[in-house]
């Protein structure tokens, strides 16, 4: 007679061993295991909660709670189970193990953004273009621009907290899908394990990963804004650029030319963004075609969940450095602004002059035009010149030539003036204060 798989939770209907190949398939202990503290937690507490609804003694209580802390499994540790299933202990495991991961991920954040929000506060009188569709545009503060990614980590801060409060909802004492029969508190194990709420329906509780999905498209949203982050300073650091440089120690060699010297790091921070993605979408094709309650598709949401943390905890913490060792070349970026960025400013000087800007708007193209026909920079043409294309024009446009002027009429809240840029930098550091406190 065949032997029955009696080793198993689940063994007494079936007979006959499974098949190898099918073991290791249906296996998923070597990433299981990765949540083997928050097992532990969950298991103590569940205990507890059978020992108040009598379905343990306290000296058997106590007995599994010793196994569990030297990780040995005495002989009432056949009570454990009761009234629990996989379905409901595996995702109270996974809850408890992203919640821990979101506040290592959040303080790898914040880390970053405070090197960055101190950089530009540093370096608040740098210069250097601003572009659009990757052609230069506009004057603007090398702060700015530090300051608009930091902006953007900091939403994805308040997106990662928000999704803590999502996760943090006991799903324990739900069962495989029915619920629990016995009289387990499930308040008690809320308190127990530091749960804000309690799942609402049994099937929901076992069934649904929204929580996963959100987190990773958490992940790959936060590496999209890390990525476009990465590829300006790729480009910036370029000998065509030469704004900043790379310290060595976030850069590389090559195995053939001597004088190279790579941005590896933020080529890799851009690549990663692509496998998030890959994680994210594979997953919700994962969901999207499965019926209600649990299915043992959803033993795919570890591995994008765990891969995902390691990513983004990775790239974070090597954003960081990059950051704060980078070298920034001023000379470099100032000699980089050219008087075709101040054709806005052209406009605006005869706005203030009472010209509606759509005129004001096209007089200036004209007033590049004459420039590029005479193959000359726009502050090179003469009053003669330009009065030819308006007669608006007077001594005083000699003023619009000025970088500095430039930046600091864009004095308004967001704004790249000094004194907008500062007040930037203030409320990102009341806002950073907040959140570590």
């Known amino acids: 007679m065949a032997n029955t798989e009696g080793g ?130 506009q004057p603007i503060r090398w702060s700015h621009w530090i300051l608009s990614h930091a902006v953007a980590l900091s939403r994805d801060v308040d997106r990662l907290l928000e999704i803590k409060k999502r996760v943090n909802v006991l799903p324990l004492g739900s069962g495989a899908i029915a619920g629990t029969p016995f009289d387990i508190d499930r308040e008690l194990l809320m308190r127990e394990l530091g749960f804000d709420g309690i799942s609402l329906n049994s099937m929901d509780a076992t069934g649904q990963r929204d929580f996963v999905a959100e987190f990773l498209f958490w992940a790959s949203l936060c590496l999209t804004h890390l990525s476009k982050m990465a590829e300006d300073l790729m480009l910036y650091s370029t000998k065509e650029f030469s704004f900043v440089s790379l310290s060595d120690a976030y850069s590389t060699g090559s195995s053939l030319m001597p004088q190279k010297k790579n941005a590896d790091s933020l080529e890799l921070i851009r690549s990663k963004a692509g496998r998030v993605f890959g994680n994210c979408a594979g997953f919700m094709m994962t969901l999207k075609g499965l019926p209600s309650t649990y299915n043992k598709d959803l033993q795919e949401d570890k591995e994008a969940m765990f891969d995902c943390y390691d990513t983004v905890h990775a790239v974070l913490q090597v954003t960081t450095g990059v950051m704060s060792t980078l070298k920034i070349n001023p000379g470099v970026m100032k000699a980089a602004l050219s ?28 007033a590049v035009f004459a420039a590029e026909s005479k193959n000359i920079a726009l502050n090179q043409l003469t009053l003669e010149d330009l009065s030819a294309v308006s007669p608006l024009f007077g001594g005083d446009v000699s003023s619009v030539w000025d970088y500095r002027s ?31 406190q």
Request: net charge neutral.
């Open 406 to 436: 430039s930046v600091e009429q864009y004095s308004a809240p967001g704004g790249t003036a000094k004194s907008s840029v500062a007040v930037q930098v203030e409320q990102l550091r009341d806002w950073l204060q907040k959140r570590t």
């Open 8 to 137: 198993k939770l689940w063994g007494g209907r079936f007979l006959g061993d499974t098949d190898p190949m099918m073991e290791k398939f249906n296996a998923s202990i070597a990433y299981d295991q990765r949540m083997w503290n928050a097992d532990i937690r969950g298991s103590k507490a569940y205990v507890k909660a059978l020992e108040k609804a009598k379905l343990v003694t306290s000296d058997e209580m106590n007995q599994i709670s010793h196994g569990l802390d030297q990780e040995l499994i005495s002989a009432p540790a056949g009570k454990l189970h009761t009234g629990r299933s996989r379905n409901d202990q595996v995702v109270t495991d996974m809850r408890l193990w992203l919640r821990d991961a979101i506040t290592t991920l959040t303080d790898d954040a914040l880390q970053l953004m405070s090197t960055m929000v101190e950089r530009a506060a540093a370096e608040i009188d740098v210069l250097f273009p601003g572009y659009t569709h990757m052609q230069r545009a």
């Open 339 to 366: 008087p075709d960025m101040l054709a806005t400013d052209l406009a605006y000087y005869l706005v203030r002059k009472g010209v509606p800007f759509r005129e004001a708007h096209g007089i200036s193209g004209k």
